[in-house]
């Protein structure tokens, strides 16, 4: 299924387009596959990961602060709803890829069906990138918002994840969310909260797998 999602990704893929890669196994799928279409293209990427396997494949890779627009951008996510409302959790690298979707013309998702729902389920936590001094403000705020924060812990060495830009990564579970835009307003206004693995208004187009079939959702 990731294999058919990332070749149906690719078709979307014109030469001299850039074109922004999320993270995950279906995009390094779709690394390969342009490596081996020899389409002329620019990449620009949130991802160590994704960054070194476009190295190992020979895509032409930007850095993320030179560019101002992207055309296309893939990625993944943990849940999608039928508004496009997406979440993302584990990664730690959602305020470069909200970065990348908010200069995108097109955001799209790649993902099988068990990730798609009416309304967003809320099986995962909402991951947020917070600035070191804001951390017992930010705790505060979302305590008041009826949230409960956990300071991620890193499981390689003792003490928190730290994101790539030396802020804290914090996990934030709300029992009941009446109201999505809402939620991700008042998230967005507490100062020292950088951002949210919670899309709203980002994503264009999904490109959804079963095992039977491959189609989209959105976009043009």
């Keep these: 299924m990731k294999r058919r999602s990332a070749k149906a990704a690719l078709e979307l893929i014109e030469d001299g387009m850039i074109v922004g890669l999320g993270g995950g196994e279906t995009i390094c799928y779709l690394v390969e596959y342009l490596s081996e279409s020899h389409k002329d293209i620019k990449v620009v990427t949130p991802s160590f990961a994704t960054e070194q396997a476009c190295v190992k494949a020979g895509l032409d890779l930007l ?3 030179s560019v101002d627009h992207v055309d296309l ?18 990664g730690a690298i959602h305020t470069r890829e909200k970065l990348i979707a908010s200069m995108s013309d097109r955001y799209i998702l790649l993902i099988d069906e068990s990730k798609s729902f009416i309304t967003l389920p809320f099986n995962h936590d909402i991951t947020c990138e917070v600035l070191k001094d804001a951390y017992s403000y930010v705790s505060r705020r979302i305590k008041e918002m009826g949230g409960e924060l956990v300071l991620r812990p890193n499981k390689s060495k003792a003490g928190p994840v730290i994101s790539d830009d030396g802020h804290f990564i914090v996990d934030v579970h709300f029992d009941i969310i009446d109201d999505i835009n809402e939620l991700n307003n008042k998230l967005n206004s507490i100062e020292g909260l950088i951002a949210t693995s919670l899309f709203v208004g980002l994503v264009t187009d999904l490109i959804i797998s079963n ?3 491959t189609y989209r959702m959105g976009g043009k």
């Design 63 to 65: 850095p993320l602060w």
């Design 73 to 90: 951008s893939f990625d993944g996510c943990d849940e999608v709803d039928q508004h496009m409302n997406a979440l993302k959790s584990g």
């Design 211 to 213: 095992k039977e079939e």
